[in-house]
């Protein structure tokens, strides 16, 4: 059982946790994450370290309640625990001998740039943070990125922030201001990682993103989390989830995600009537 130490509301549907789990902690990195069960009957559900305390023995998780699980956890409270928390999965970033990057969140990717831009940053190189919202409201990790950046950018699909745009148009607007970048880290929805890497392959700049497909198992037995990645077949749990964004094939990623989409609806929708019922 893993005990919830803290939980922080960031907006209407996304929440932060930091959970008490040592042997995550010791051995967590940037770009890698976790896998959860609230309970017994729970799913298995992967969501990036967001932060970790080596010394409080804790890992930090930011996650919207979008489906039946992440409902449930959102529903614990300080002082309550969980099932499962089993980690860290996957392989960590590289991100040494860098010497000026540009770090992209896309809404909830924000909480995974986080830590590459954290680790860039600590690693002496210049960091360009770049997030963006669909308006203020949905706004997270703000001062957070301004602490571990030389330079942040907020955007919002509306510009009720006052900066109005996509993080495409601030990528663009930074590359034409004459910054050079050696490196460019993007994490958001599938269709926003697409369209900066066809930003980056046009100015020749190596770019990592994170692929976050279904998984199950966490461990490649399943083959759930199958992406094609220069021609190859690849599985985001034990190949990722950092990838070389020019070479992924995100056309077929997000046919595959478009594939679930149905039976996420279908569990949601069991899921408030058994509310319904317990009530």
Same mark, same amino acid.
């Given at each position: 059982m893993?005990?919830?130490? $803290?939980?922080?509301?960031?907006?209407?549907?996304?929440?932060?946790m @930091?959970?008490?789990?040592?042997?995550?902690?010791?051995?967590?990195?940037a770009?890698?994450?976790? /896998?959860?069960?609230v309970?017994?009957?729970? @799913?298995?559900?992967p969501?990036t370290i967001?932060d970790? #305390?080596?010394e409080?023995?804790?890992?930090?998780?930011?996650?919207q @309640?979008?489906?039946?699980?992440t409902?449930?956890?959102?529903?614990?409270?300080e002082?309550?625990?969980i099932? !499962?928390f089993?980690g860290?999965?996957?392989?960590?970033?590289?991100?040494e001998?860098? =010497?000026k990057?540009?770090?992209?969140g896309?809404?909830?990717?924000?909480?995974?740039?986080?830590?590459q831009a954290?680790?860039l940053?600590?690693l002496?190189?210049?960091?360009?943070?770049?997030?963006?919202? &669909?308006n203020?409201?949905?706004i /997270?990790l703000e001062?957070?990125?301004?602490?571990?950046?030389h330079?942040? /950018?907020?955007t919002?699909?509306?510009?009720?922030n006052?900066t109005?745009?996509?993080?495409?148009?601030?990528l663009?607007?930074?590359?034409? @201001?004459?910054?050079?970048? #050696?490196?460019?880290?993007?994490?958001?929805?599938?269709?926003?990682m697409?369209?900066?890497?066809?930003?980056?392959?046009?100015?020749?700049i =190596?770019? /990592?993103i994170?692929?976050?497909p279904?998984?199950? #198992?966490?461990?490649g037995?399943?083959?759930?989390? &199958?992406?094609?990645v220069?021609g190859?077949?690849?599985?985001?749990?034990? !190949?990722?989830? #950092?990838? !070389?964004?020019?070479?992924?094939d995100?056309?077929?990623?997000?046919k &595959?995600?478009?594939?679930?989409?149905?039976?996420?609806k279908e569990a949601?929708?069991?899921?408030?009537?058994?509310?319904? $019922?317990?009530?």
């Open positions: 893993y005990k919830i130490l $803290k939980k922080k509301i960031l907006s209407d549907s996304i929440k932060l @930091e959970i008490h789990a040592p042997l995550v902690a010791k051995k967590a990195q770009g890698q994450f976790i /896998i959860f069960r309970d017994e009957k729970g @799913e298995r559900v969501l967001a970790y #305390d080596r409080k023995g804790s890992v930090t998780i930011i996650f @309640e979008v489906g039946k699980s409902i449930k956890l959102g529903q614990k409270e002082g309550e625990y099932l !499962d089993l860290p999965l996957g392989n960590p970033s590289h991100l001998g860098y =010497k990057a540009a770090v992209i896309g809404g909830l990717g924000t909480a995974i740039s986080y830590p954290k680790t940053y600590n002496g190189c210049e960091v360009h943070a770049i997030a963006g919202f &669909r203020k409201d949905l /997270i001062d957070e990125l301004k602490q571990i950046s330079r942040c /950018i907020i919002t699909d509306d510009g009720s006052g109005k745009g996509f993080v495409t148009d601030i663009k607007q930074l590359i034409a @201001e004459g910054n050079k970048y #050696d490196l460019v880290v993007a994490i958001g929805p599938l269709m926003m697409k369209a900066v890497c066809d930003i980056t392959r046009e100015y020749g =190596k770019t /990592i994170s692929m976050n279904i998984m199950i #198992d966490g461990t037995m399943c083959g759930g989390c &199958r992406i094609r220069g190859e077949t690849k599985f985001a749990c034990v !190949d990722g989830p #950092d990838f !070389d964004g020019h070479l992924v995100f056309d077929d990623a997000i &595959r995600q478009a594939m679930y989409k149905k039976f996420e949601l929708h069991q899921c408030r009537l058994e509310g319904m $019922k317990n009530a």
